[in-house]
């Protein structure tokens, strides 16, 4: 039987890693492809092939292919819990500490000086709305805690849609026990006694 895939390891937590918005998105759509985006190839690499060997008798009457064929729940059950559910945990853990690293102070930020010369150069400009009706404008430069707040947004929203989408097809091909993926998540994590970020 062929094995699934495997989830690359969390980084190490750090806030440089979370402002380095390029390393995150990047650590989050390798992880995303290696497990969600190839949940089908996945979940086939489940499937054990045919006991019996081949029957010719078989071809003579044509049948119709069942539309996917139901995995073993043993198989099901191993690869969420050592494959899906850790991935999820991984990203779900540099999601919310990028998010606490987003909500803090940040005494390191290289751009505050260029931020407060931009702010007393406008507070200096003189705003003649007659002459001019955009010389009111001014658009200050983003810390770049807001910024990483914006992309942590974004990606949880990311995140909420490639879970779902992950979880419709596992319980199609696994068989569905009514629980949402939030709820699969939770009770994963209480069994491997893990935050329940």
């Given at each position: 039987m062929?094995?699934?895939?495997s989830?690359?390891?969390a980084?190490?937590l750090?806030?440089?890693?979370?402002f380095?918005t390029?390393?995150?998105?990047?650590?989050?759509?390798?992880?995303?492809?290696?497990?969600?985006?190839?949940i089908?190839?996945?979940?086939n690499a489940?499937?054990t092939?045919?006991?019996?060997?081949?029957?010719?008798s078989?071809t003579?009457?044509?049948?119709?292919?069942?539309l996917s064929?139901q995995?073993?729940?043993?198989?099901?059950?191993?690869?969420k819990?050592q494959?899906?559910?850790?991935?999820?945990?991984?990203?779900?853990?540099?999601?919310?500490?990028?998010?606490?690293?987003?909500?803090s102070p940040?005494?390191?930020?290289?751009?505050v000086a260029i931020?407060?010369?931009?702010?007393?150069?406008?507070r200096?400009?003189?705003v003649?709305?007659?002459l001019?009706?955009?010389?009111?404008?001014f658009?200050?430069r983003?810390?770049?805690?807001?910024?990483?707040?914006?992309?942590?947004r974004?990606?949880?929203g990311?995140?909420n849609?490639?879970?779902t989408?992950t979880?419709?097809?596992?319980?199609?091909?696994?068989?569905?026990d009514?629980?949402?993926w939030e709820?699969?998540l939770g009770?994963w994590?209480r069994?491997?006694h893990?935050p329940?970020?």
């Amino acid at each position: 039987m062929v094995q699934p895939t495997s989830a690359p390891s969390a980084p190490a937590l750090t806030p440089q890693f979370c402002f380095s918005t390029a390393a995150l998105r990047d650590f989050l759509r390798v992880s995303r492809s290696a497990i969600d985006d190839t949940i089908t190839q996945n979940l086939n690499a489940l499937v054990t092939p045919s006991r019996a060997g081949f029957d010719p008798s078989s071809t003579t009457q044509r049948s119709p292919r069942p539309l996917s064929r139901q995995i073993d729940p043993a198989a099901c059950q191993e690869f969420k819990d050592q494959v899906l559910f850790p991935s999820w945990q991984a990203r779900s853990q540099v999601l919310s500490y990028c998010a606490l690293v987003a909500t803090s102070p940040d005494p390191d930020d290289p751009e505050v000086a260029i931020r407060e010369a931009e702010k007393q150069k406008d507070r200096e400009r003189v705003v003649n709305e007659r002459l001019d009706p955009y010389s009111a404008r001014f658009f200050p430069r983003e810390p770049r805690t807001e910024q990483l707040a914006s992309v942590i947004r974004m990606e949880q929203g990311v995140e909420n849609i490639v879970r779902t989408r992950t979880w419709g097809l596992v319980g199609e091909r696994c068989g569905s026990d009514g629980k949402t993926w939030e709820q699969a998540l939770g009770e994963w994590r209480r069994d491997k006694h893990l935050p329940l970020a």
